[in-house]
């Protein structure tokens, strides 16, 4: 009864959520376990952006150390709602969207400023703009032409088959 009780259980189902909505697997790797709300296995971010906000985090606690509080303050906080319904989830973790937003572009405005030349920054910009454009486009394949086939069932796929068997034996 020490270690198997309700106060026991909620926190370690609080703690283990909470680490849910902060996992490197939920922004960039398997994403929202809802098929409703995410394609399935692709994060809520896109995998070429994790290096970007690890040096935006980084840059930003070196460089503006109020910045960095107010926003990790922000990340912290606004999972905790999150934590305490259930699981990891896309539309429930919407107010903790603009931060890694905010740091990704830290990251990547830092990186680009690493390039003083304009020859190397404009070589830079065009590399970028090839990897997120891939990103995006590998994200679009997969939404269009993938999803539809194992994401059906979570928009009422089935009904519409019973809708037409049921049409189809309706005498």
């Not at 934590?83 to 990547?108: D, H």
Request: include cysteine.
């Amino acid at each position: 009864s020490l270690l198997f009780n309700k106060p026991y259980i909620w926190l370690r189902d609080f703690l283990e959520f909470y680490g849910d909505n902060l996992s490197a697997s939920f922004w960039y790797v398997a994403g929202d376990s809802s098929l409703r709300y995410s394609i399935g296995n692709h994060g809520m971010f896109y995998v070429i952006e994790a290096p970007f906000f690890l040096l935006g985090f980084l840059v930003c606690f070196k460089r503006n150390r109020k910045l960095f509080i107010f926003l990790s303050a922000w990340i912290l906080i606004s999972v905790f709602p999150t934590a305490l319904v259930g699981k990891s989830y896309g539309l429930r973790s919407i107010a903790l969207l603009p931060i890694p937003m905010i740091f990704t572009s830290y990251g990547i405005v830092f990186f680009l400023d690493y390039f003083k030349q304009a020859k190397s920054k404009s070589l830079a910009i065009r590399m970028l703009f090839i990897v997120f454009a891939f990103s995006f486009t590998n994200w679009l394949v997969r939404y269009i032409y993938v999803y539809p086939v194992y994401g059906n069932y979570w928009y009422d796929g089935m009904q519409k088959e019973a809708i037409n068997y049921a049409k189809n034996e309706e005498n």
